[in-house]
């Protein structure tokens, strides 16, 4: 008669990307600081500086630039009051994907 053995489920040496990402998050929150003056940095001397050039250059609309402005402040409202990384970096991703969206549209 055969044994009867169950098969091993041992997942934990596979990480999920949202596991890595809570790992990262969790690390991160010793340097917020600098993840938030980064973002900040990024957001403020790179990204809305290129968007309102695009705008500029090849003619966007008034709604670009309200966007780009709310977008500033959803980066902007987490680093003032002080949240957690893991409230920055969806918000700088975010406000990241729809600058370059909107360069894009500009550009095209």
């Not at 809570?22 to 290129?50: D, H, Y």
Request: with cysteine.
């Amino acid at each position: 008669m055969a044994t009867l053995t169950h098969a091993s489920t041992d997942h934990s040496s596979e990480a999920s990307w949202l596991t890595a990402y809570t790992n990262f998050i969790a690390k991160a929150e010793f340097t917020r600081f600098g993840w938030a003056v980064s973002a900040l940095a990024i957001q403020g001397c790179v990204l809305s500086p290129a968007l309102l050039l695009s705008m500029f250059y090849f003619g966007g609309g008034d709604w670009q630039f309200l966007v780009s402005m709310l977008c500033f402040l959803l980066v902007l409202v987490p680093v003032l009051s002080a949240m957690p990384v893991k409230y920055i970096f969806p918000a700088f991703a975010t406000s990241l994907v729809l600058h370059l969206f909107m360069i894009a549209i500009d550009l095209l």
